[in-house]
């Protein structure tokens, strides 16, 4: 059987801890961060975790992770 092709896209956007769990990065980071408080900029630094009914698509986006 031919290997399965990975999305470009995510691997860029996520990745999966040792316990299996999958990380993405906070949204609402790119512009207009002028009106947001620094407290709400500061919290959003780092990545959080994706869902869990939108974990079980991440093994379609990245089948070798």
């Not at 961060?33 to 407290?39: A, G, P």
Request: glycine share 6%; proline share 3%.
């Amino acid at each position: 059987m031919t290997k399965l092709k990975s999305k470009s896209s995510a691997k860029k956007r996520f990745k999966r801890t040792a316990s299996g769990v999958w990380l993405r990065p906070y949204a609402g980071k790119r512009h207009n961060m002028r009106c947001r408080s620094q407290k709400r900029i500061r919290e959003a630094r780092g990545m959080t975790a994706v869902h869990a009914t939108d974990a079980g698509r991440m093994a379609i986006y990245l089948p070798y992770a």
